[in-house]
């Protein structure tokens, strides 16, 4: 672990990891997870040119793009593209890296991602994006960087709800400003019927209720919010 948490590539290219691939002792991690966690370049290339696969799963399902892109680590998930790594696997909730940078607010990571040619658009099990993602998180950052690269902005997930829904519910005015820059639709209703601002009013988010406002969404609906 020391040699590890140090970047001790010298001892890990002197390791026989080609014999026992990323094993960690002790965890459900690998060698390649915890690596690609912390943005040990190093280490994952020295695990690479040791044969050891850099795609593998660990016991909670993650690849080490998952924990690379949750942590913000762009060099480590260039290193992991470079060695021929997936970067949109799913885990076993069906969330791909992509979605953890959007979780995160990790904008460079997001970008870096889709440069790679990771999917920025996929929807996971609950029918969300990373766009809605990072509005119901606030994640300003990364929704720009989202609007920058095309991404949907109006998918509605199993509840009927865009990302503008999600960013009005938890008073995400400068999510909501974001959105509305790059074109989101802001008046859309979900399968009760509520459009953003109802959720904002109904929530008591006035910062959100006049940044709907300003952008020329409907305002609440007093016969929906009834």
Same mark, same amino acid.
């Given at each position: 672990?020391?040699?590890?948490?140090?970047?001790? &590539?010298?001892?890990?290219? +002197?390791?026989?990891?080609?014999?026992?691939?990323?094993?960690?002792?002790?965890?459900?991690?690998?060698?390649?997870?915890?690596?690609?966690?912390? +943005?040990?370049?190093?280490?994952?290339?020295?695990?690479?040119?040791?044969? &050891?696969?850099?795609?593998?799963? $660990?016991?909670?399902?993650?690849?080490?793009?998952?924990?690379?892109?949750?942590?913000? *680590?762009?060099? /480590?998930?260039?290193?992991?593209?470079?060695?021929?790594? @997936?970067?949109?696997?799913? $885990?076993?909730?069906?969330?791909?890296?992509?979605?953890?940078?959007? &979780?995160? +607010?990790?904008?460079? /990571?997001?970008?870096?991602?889709?440069?790679?040619?990771?999917?920025?658009?996929?929807?996971? !099990?609950?029918?969300?994006?990373? &766009?809605?993602?990072?509005?119901? !998180? +606030?994640?300003?950052?990364?929704?720009?960087?989202?609007?920058?690269?095309?991404?949907?902005?109006?998918?509605?997930?199993? $509840?009927?709800?865009?990302?503008?829904?999600?960013?009005?519910? !938890?008073? *995400?005015? /400068?999510?909501?400003?974001?959105?509305?820059?790059?074109?989101? @639709?802001?008046?859309?209703? !979900?399968?009760?019927?509520?459009? @953003?601002?109802?959720?904002?009013?109904?929530?008591?988010?006035?910062?959100?209720?006049?940044?709907?406002?300003?952008?020329?969404?409907?305002?609440? $609906?007093?016969?929906?919010?009834?």
């Amino acid at each position: 672990l020391e040699h590890w948490a140090a970047g001790d &590539v010298d001892f890990l290219e +002197g390791a026989e990891l080609a014999g026992a691939p990323g094993e960690f002792a002790g965890g459900e991690g690998r060698l390649e997870h915890f690596a690609a966690a912390k +943005g040990h370049v190093a280490t994952l290339q020295a695990l690479a040119r040791a044969g &050891v696969p850099l795609g593998e799963r $660990d016991g909670g399902g993650f690849t080490p793009a998952h924990h690379a892109a949750a942590n913000g *680590h762009t060099p /480590a998930l260039k290193t992991l593209a470079r060695a021929g790594a @997936p970067l949109g696997e799913r $885990d076993s909730r069906g969330r791909a890296p992509v979605r953890w940078a959007a &979780v995160e +607010g990790h904008a460079a /990571a997001l970008e870096a991602l889709a440069r790679l040619g990771a999917p920025i658009g996929e929807l996971d !099990n609950t029918g969300s994006t990373p &766009v809605h993602l990072a509005a119901y !998180n +606030g994640r300003t950052a990364a929704l720009e960087a989202l609007v920058r690269l095309g991404a949907p902005l109006g998918v509605r997930d199993a $509840d009927g709800r865009t990302p503008a829904h999600w960013a009005a519910l !938890n008073g *995400h005015a /400068a999510a909501l400003e974001a959105l509305a820059r790059g074109g989101a @639709p802001l008046g859309e209703r !979900n399968a009760d019927g509520r459009t @953003p601002a109802d959720l904002a009013a109904l929530s008591g988010h006035a910062a959100a209720l006049e940044t709907l406002a300003r952008a020329g969404a409907p305002l609440a $609906d007093r016969e929906a919010a009834g």
